[in-house]
Antibody, heavy 125, light 107 residues
């Protein structure tokens, strides 16, 4: 079964750090771009970061640049998000997701087809 | 960054109704548009990719259309399990921005 399982969430004080993990199973993890997406309480979805299959390319939403670092360990089938200098506005459920690729009429299209159940991060004093 | 908008923000409908949700991009994104369904307390689920391609296992009552800046998600006959929030997302450029969501609830 294709599965993603997040862990590492919790309560942290403003300015603190947290490291999220996402364990992948049931597919060849090293073949896919991976993402972190978050959802603040009662709000919509926000893409946070992407990482290429070999870790050589990483992209971040502006609001987390310089504070968050996405990484992966293909030998352990794991994705990570190191979150530093946390703010109250980082409070959210954090999902990891797999980016898949399809060819439609000779063009390549990306989409997130597998999602974990999420881990909750609360930043509060 | 590309901004995504959706309309309506919420709607009330009955089982069996035809429902249409609109998504608009702030610039042309060709067909790089995905639709997701999310139920309370659950992770999002992919419904449609590349604007109109149905994800495997998704019922055929869901369909997507559009290109450029204007897109629609249609549910041809609303079922009880379809009451949820629906998000569009562009995959044309990074960041892969989502629309604000459309909540579909029971009339």
């Amino acid at each position: 079964e294709v599965q993603l399982v997040e862990s590492g969430g919790g309560l942290v004080q403003p300015g603190g750090s947290l490291r999220l993990s996402c364990a992948a199973s049931g597919f060849t993890f090293s073949s896919y771009w991976m993402s972190w997406v978050r959802q603040a309480p009662g709000k919509g979805l926000e893409w946070v970061a992407n990482i290429k299959q070999d870790g050589s390319e990483k992209y971040y939403v502006d609001s987390v640049k310089g504070r968050f670092t996405i990484s992966r360990d293909n030998a352990k089938n794991s994705l990570y998000l190191q979150m530093n200098s946390l703010r109250a506005e980082d409070t959210a459920v954090y999902y990891c997701a797999r980016w898949n690729l399809a060819t439609v009429t000779q063009f390549y299209y990306y989409y997130m087809d597998v999602w974990g159940k999420g881990t909750t991060v609360t930043v509060s004093s | 960054d590309i901004q995504m908008t959706q309309s309506p923000s919420s709607l009330s409908a009955s089982v069996g109704d035809r429902v249409t949700i609109t998504c608009r991009a702030s610039q042309s994104i060709s067909s790089y548009l995905n639709w997701y369904q999310q139920k309370p307390g659950k992770a999002p689920k992919l419904l449609i990719y590349a604007a109109s391609s149905l994800q495997s296992g998704v019922p055929s009552r869901f369909s997507g259309s559009g290109s450029g800046t204007d897109f629609t998600l249609t549910i041809s006959s609303l079922q009880p399990e379809d009451f949820a929030t629906y998000y569009c997302q562009q995959s044309y450029s990074t960041p892969g921005t989502f629309g604000p969501g459309t909540k579909v609830d029971i009339k």
